[in-house]
């Protein structure tokens, strides 16, 4: 295990680690390969997940969570990437990680009353929508409507690639509702998933399988006004802000899921022989773990330092930014290289690294893609732009 881990976590830390992994392993590890197989993941584990308090390990108490810090967070996406299904963590965190903190930093008491309390105990399932199937990268260029009507909105448009955008009770909604002002017109909305009006299709995937990925239409939704996050026009801000924890999630899930690649290739190589050797004897495998497992230690210990920034406050979206643009290529290569180490099993569904390979694919796509990570960082290092 990595000293990082003594560094940064306390006994109580730990004490959560164990007490997450073996509800994991309990619970999710032994049914994963059919959440997979039916593209989604049951509601009644967001419950049991809510009873067990992971859903809101870090929201005040107030709103049914434990107040705690951001490094119990960390404890829980380091675990959700090693029960070996991408689409699992991707469900749980979407929930967590991307509704959760619109909810909590722009909902008003009455949003927090209806929708964040019950979504920490696991009683509704939320989901975050932002990208379009025209805009993705370039979130200002977004065409979903919201035209005030008597006592609300009325939503028009539609939203792409919406992680838990099937079975979710609600979407936080990036939408326009100064369609001319460019990202100066987009506003947050909380958007009941029952409304009428909605229509939800499920996608099929390379990877992230257990996960229900939507397209999602709007047809003249009525969204009421108290269901505004923050004030009109500011959502693109809102977005930015909460930028920062999707990509450090992300960095901490992918550094993770190298982890358990590596974990599930130092194993199987110290079983495989060939000519008469374990492979883990092959000089050129080892040299590769070497340098592999070199990243990885790196790439864990910049990105537990921007957590600290982030956990004390600490503005770190260019730190973020890099994290996740490193974290997320590693995967990338971590499991292409894991799933050579297993030769012709690796390509097979009943080892491990057939999933990890194309579940690690989206990480730098996904949350922002590599060339926008480096556009951020860029603008920030070369311009001394602020996000
Ligand atoms: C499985 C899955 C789950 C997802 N979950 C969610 C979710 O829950 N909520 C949500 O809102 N979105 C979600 N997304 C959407 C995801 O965030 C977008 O796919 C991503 O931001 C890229 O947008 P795009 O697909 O429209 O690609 P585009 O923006 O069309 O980009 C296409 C290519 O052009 C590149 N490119 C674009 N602009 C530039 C530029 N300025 N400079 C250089 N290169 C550029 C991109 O990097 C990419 O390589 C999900 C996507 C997937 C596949």
Same mark, same amino acid.
């Not at 609300?152 to 919406?162: C, D, P, R, T």
């Not at 599930?264 to 040299?287: C, D, P, T, V, W």
């Not at 890099?322 to 050579?340: N, R």
């Given at each position: 295990?990595?000293?990082?881990?003594?560094?940064?976590?306390?006994?109580?830390?730990?004490?959560?680690?164990? =007490?997450?992994?073996?509800?994991?392993?309990?619970?999710?590890?032994?049914?994963?390969?059919?959440?997979?197989?039916?593209?989604?993941?049951? %509601?009644?584990?967001?419950?049991?997940?809510?009873?067990? &308090?992971?859903?809101?390990?870090?929201?005040?108490?107030?709103? &049914?969570?434990?107040?705690?810090?951001?490094?119990?967070?960390?404890?829980?996406?380091?675990?959700?990437?090693?029960?070996?299904?991408?689409?699992?963590?991707?469900?749980?965190?979407?929930?967590?990680?991307?509704?959760?903190?619109?909810?909590?930093?722009?909902?008003?008491?009455? /949003?927090?009353?209806?929708?964040?309390?019950?979504?920490?105990?696991?009683?509704?399932?939320?989901?975050?929508?932002?990208?379009?199937?025209?805009?993705?990268?370039?979130?200002?260029?977004? /065409?979903?409507?919201?035209?005030?009507?008597?006592?609300?909105?009325?939503?028009?448009? =539609?939203?792409?690639?919406? +992680?838990?955008?099937?079975?979710?009770?609600?979407?936080?909604?990036?939408?326009?509702?100064?369609?001319?002002?460019?990202?100066?017109?987009?506003?947050?909305?909380?958007?009941?998933?029952?409304?009428?009006?909605?229509?939800? +299709?499920?996608?099929?995937?390379?990877?992230?399988?257990? =996960?229900?990925?939507?397209?999602?239409?709007?047809?003249?939704?009525?969204?009421?006004?108290?269901?505004?996050?923050?004030?009109?026009?500011?959502?693109?801000?809102?977005?930015?802000?909460?930028?920062?924890?999707?990509?450090? =999630?992300?960095?901490?899930?992918?550094?993770?899921?190298?982890?358990?690649?590596? !974990?599930?290739?130092?194993?199987?190589?110290?079983?495989?022989?060939?000519? &008469? %050797?374990?492979?883990?004897?092959?000089?050129?495998? %080892?040299?590769?773990?070497?340098?592999?497992?070199?990243?990885?230690?790196?790439?864990?210990?910049? +990105?537990?330092?921007?957590?600290?920034?982030?956990?004390?406050?600490?503005?770190?979206?260019?730190?973020?930014?890099?994290?996740? /643009?490193?974290?997320?290529? /590693?995967?990338?290569?971590?499991?292409?290289?894991?799933? !050579?180490?297993?030769?012709?099993?690796?390509?097979?569904?009943?080892?491990?690294?057939?999933?990890?390979?194309?579940?690690?694919?989206?990480?730098?796509?996904?949350?922002?893609?590599?060339?926008?990570?480096?556009?951020?960082?860029?603008?920030?290092?070369?311009? &001394?732009?602020?996000?």
């Amino acid at each position: 295990m990595s000293q990082l881990n003594s560094t940064y976590f306390t006994a109580e830390h730990q004490t959560l680690r164990a =007490s997450i992994r073996q509800f994991l392993e309990k619970e999710v590890m032994p049914n994963v390969d059919a959440w997979e197989e039916a593209g989604e993941v049951p %509601r009644y584990m967001y419950q049991k997940m809510g009873e067990m &308090g992971f859903l809101g390990l870090s929201i005040p108490e107030q709103w &049914g969570g434990s107040g705690l810090d951001f490094f119990y967070e960390m404890v829980l996406l380091e675990e959700l990437s090693k029960v070996n299904s991408g689409g699992f963590g991707a469900a749980i965190g979407a929930h967590v990680y991307l509704s959760l903190p619109h909810l909590l930093k722009e909902g008003n008491d009455f /949003l927090k009353t209806k929708y964040l309390k019950p979504a920490v105990e696991g009683k509704l399932i939320g989901a975050l929508g932002i990208t379009e199937p025209h805009a993705g990268s370039d979130v200002a260029g977004l /065409l979903t409507t919201a035209t005030l009507t008597d006592g609300g909105f009325l939503v028009n448009g =539609s939203k792409m690639f919406i +992680t838990n955008g099937v079975n979710c009770d609600y979407y936080v909604l990036a939408v326009k509702t100064e369609p001319s002002a460019g990202a100066a017109g987009i506003s947050m909305l909380v958007m009941d998933g029952h409304s009428p009006g909605i229509t939800r +299709t499920k996608l099929k995937k390379l990877g992230w399988r257990a =996960s229900d990925t939507g397209d999602i239409a709007f047809d003249n939704v009525f969204v009421p006004q108290e269901n505004l996050l923050g004030e009109l026009n500011q959502g693109f801000l809102y977005i930015m802000q909460r930028f920062e924890l999707e990509r450090l =999630s992300l960095a901490i899930s992918s550094n993770a899921l190298c982890e358990d690649a590596i !974990q599930k290739s130092l194993e199987y190589m110290n079983e495989r022989e060939a000519f &008469g %050797r374990k492979i883990n004897r092959f000089q050129e495998l %080892r040299h590769r773990i070497a340098k592999l497992s070199s990243e990885i230690e790196m790439s864990k210990a910049f +990105t537990y330092h921007v957590s600290r920034m982030y956990n004390d406050g600490i503005y770190a979206v260019k730190e973020a930014s890099m994290a996740k /643009l490193l974290a997320t290529q /590693l995967a990338d290569k971590c499991t292409y290289q894991c799933t !050579q180490f297993f030769g012709g099993y690796g390509f097979m569904e009943e080892y491990p690294l057939a999933r990890m390979w194309r579940d690690a694919r989206l990480g730098t796509i996904g949350g922002g893609s590599s060339e926008i990570m480096c556009e951020i960082i860029a603008k920030m290092v070369l311009d &001394g732009a602020k996000y």
